[in-house]
């Protein structure tokens, strides 16, 4: 004779209050709102670069960068290979985690914060250095405001690290998804960061 | 389609997918001339908005862990939606349980309208045609003699599986569509993705509603 499981659909007859949010599976809440900003942050980027662009395509000065600018390739491009190791560490901070290796997530958010914070110390320093500012013509403009609105981007994404990090030391994360989406979140904040950056790089200092 | 953001992780491929591509538009400026990065930059977004498309045409196969249930009763996972009552469903379900001790869970996946929809998890309406399906269902299979359990499920049914069988260990999978001209889930292969993602037995339940309804007998 067959039996059964119990039949659902009414467990919530005698339930008060408003309805229970519905969880999908494909995403939890957390992880879509980041997304979301994320998509509102493109669409940011997606102006200065259009600036950019309509500066580069359609004013086309003879060079680029256009006479008397130079940018510092090389200095630029070990920038970039830090904020990108920063991914990679990033990243092993979370998968420690999901192996319960509470010191591996300290040690890979700490020197994710110490990458992201050289970054930004680099950045600042080839500000200072550059020898042109945001007032020198269309291209300084659009050169300091796209490294600079990517670099209040890292800034945020240090702000968020640090609670991040804060919280690790004080063990409030564990194994379980839901249990560390206080670094999953910011992590996933953070690789936007980078991939912003590599854009930004290919496309100001390198094409 | 599986959400190419869902996790750090996937973020993180991300970043080592564009980083990858970010050296070689590098190298090859460096080499040779700008234009030629330009070019490949060009090449690159062409062949990733290729691959975006044909991923969003399905679910990219992969292997689910499957665990088994260890009591001693036959564990029959139905994904099905519109067809969840079709009179063809209810009959195989019973013909898949008859004389054994079965636990039945019936997940019905709640279709979004849109693909907008999809993604922006707007999936309210569809959850309650849904539920309304589920609970006919349940009743039908009542009706034959058999209890089972309900669950709305993601609107991907490949998805729907696979999160099903993390709670409840089935020991067959039977999935119900339209027949082959008018099912979108035949159309987009979920049956083939879920017997290679899947090592269960799965039976697939052509059910036509239009046939089994009243006016047409």
Same mark, same amino acid.
């Given at each position: 004779m067959e039996s059964a499981t119990v039949a659902v %659909? /009414?467990?919530?007859? /005698?339930h008060h209050g408003p309805p229970e949010a519905h969880d999908s599976s494909r995403i939890d809440r957390q992880t879509l709102g980041i997304l979301l900003f994320i998509v509102s942050e493109i669409m940011l980027f997606g102006a200065f670069f259009a600036a950019y662009f309509f500066l580069r $395509?359609? $004013? @086309? =000065? =003879?060079?680029w960068p256009p006479e008397p600018f130079e940018l510092p390739v090389a200095i630029a491009g070990m920038n970039t290979a830090i904020l990108v190791s920063s991914s990679f560490t990033m990243h092993y901070a979370l998968e420690a985690i999901r192996k319960g290796n509470h010191a591996g997530l300290k040690l890979g958010l700490v020197v994710t914060w110490l990458l992201g914070a050289t970054f930004l110390f680099i950045q600042i320093n080839e500000y200072v250095n550059i %020898? #042109?500012?945001?007032? @020198?013509?269309g291209f300084g403009s659009i050169f300091y405001g796209l490294t600079g609105l990517h670099g209040a981007h890292v800034f945020v994404g240090l702000a968020l690290l640090t609670f991040a990090t804060i919280r690790a030391f004080r063990g409030h #994360? &564990? =194994?379980?998804a839901k249990d560390h989406l206080g670094v999953e979140v910011p992590g996933i904040y953070w690789h936007f960061v980078d991939v912003m950056w590599i854009i930004v790089y290919v496309s100001v200092y390198i094409l | 389609m599986h959400n190419p953001l869902r996790s750090e992780a996937d973020a993180f491929r991300w970043v080592v997918i564009i980083g990858a591509g970010a050296i070689a538009i590098i190298a090859l400026t460096l080499l040779t001339r700008p234009v030629f990065g330009v070019i490949l930059t060009a090449a690159l977004l062409g062949f990733g908005a290729g691959v975006a498309y044909r991923s969003a045409r399905g679910t990219l196969p992969r292997d689910l862990d499957i665990s088994r249930g260890g009591d001693g009763r036959h564990r029959l996972l139905v994904i099905a939606n519109e067809? $969840? $009552? &079709?009179g063809a469903l209810i009959e195989e379900i019973r013909n898949r349980t008859r004389g054994r001790q079965s636990a039945i869970l019936v997940v019905t996946p709640a279709l979004t309208a849109s693909r907008a929809a999809h993604w922006a998890s707007d999936v309210d309406e569809a959850m309650e045609l849904a539920r309304q399906r589920l609970e006919l269902s349940l009743i039908e299979i009542e009706r034959q003699g058999l209890k089972a359990r309900g669950e709305i499920g993601d609107s991907d049914p490949n998805v729907a599986i696979e999160d099903a069988l993390g709670g409840f260990p089935a020991d067959e999978i039977v999935i119900s569509t339209h027949p082959p001209e008018r099912s979108r889930w035949l159309e987009q292969g979920v049956v083939e993705r879920a017997r290679e993602q899947v090592d269960l037995p799965i039976t697939h339940v052509v059910v036509d509603l239009s046939a089994e309804s009243p006016a047409s007998r």
């Open positions: %659909g /009414h467990a919530d007859e /005698h $395509v359609v $004013v @086309d =000065p =003879p060079t %020898g #042109f500012s945001a007032r @020198d013509y #994360f &564990g =194994p379980a | 067809t $969840v $009552v &079709g």
